[in-house]
């Protein structure tokens, strides 16, 4: 099990940028993939990025290109850059562990979660 604290959210207008972070506790960091998931009002939790134990990395369609998934595994942190955000891109966004390598696109694959952090973009 690791523990996991998001941080880096807030509000920003449309075509700006946020930088998310997600330290974790315990000295297996390495071994485990990580994912970036959001969830809006009224909606599911989807995920938005993760990156495998080896670095190999996923992206759902509505972020490539704007996003990037990155982790120091030294620092037992994740990352996710945020680019050129847009309104639609607003919502709790949380991060997730899970012990194999190998990417889940379903909640269900992550056994340990964050609280989240808000991200708010404005038109």
């Known amino acids: 099990q690791v523990q996991l604290v998001e941080s880096g959210g807030g509000s920003v207008q449309a075509g700006g940028s946020l930088r998310l972070s997600c330290a974790a506790s315990?000295?297996?960091?390495?071994?485990?993939?990580m994912g970036w998931f959001r969830q809006a009002p009224g909606k599911e939790r989807d995920i938005v990025a993760a990156i495998t134990r080896s670095a190999g990395t996923y992206y759902a369609d509505s972020v490539k290109g704007r996003f990037t998934i990155s982790r120091d595994n030294a620092e037992n942190t994740v990352y996710l850059q945020m680019n050129s955000l847009k309104p639609e891109d607003t919502a709790v966004y949380y991060c997730?562990?899970?012990?194999?390598?190998?990417?889940?696109?379903?909640?269900?694959?992550?056994?340990?979660w964050g609280q989240g952090t808000q991200v708010t973009v404005s038109s």
């Open positions: 997730a562990a899970r012990q194999w390598n190998g990417v889940s696109l379903a909640p269900q694959g992550y056994a340990d």
């Open positions: 315990g000295n297996t960091f390495s071994s485990y993939t």
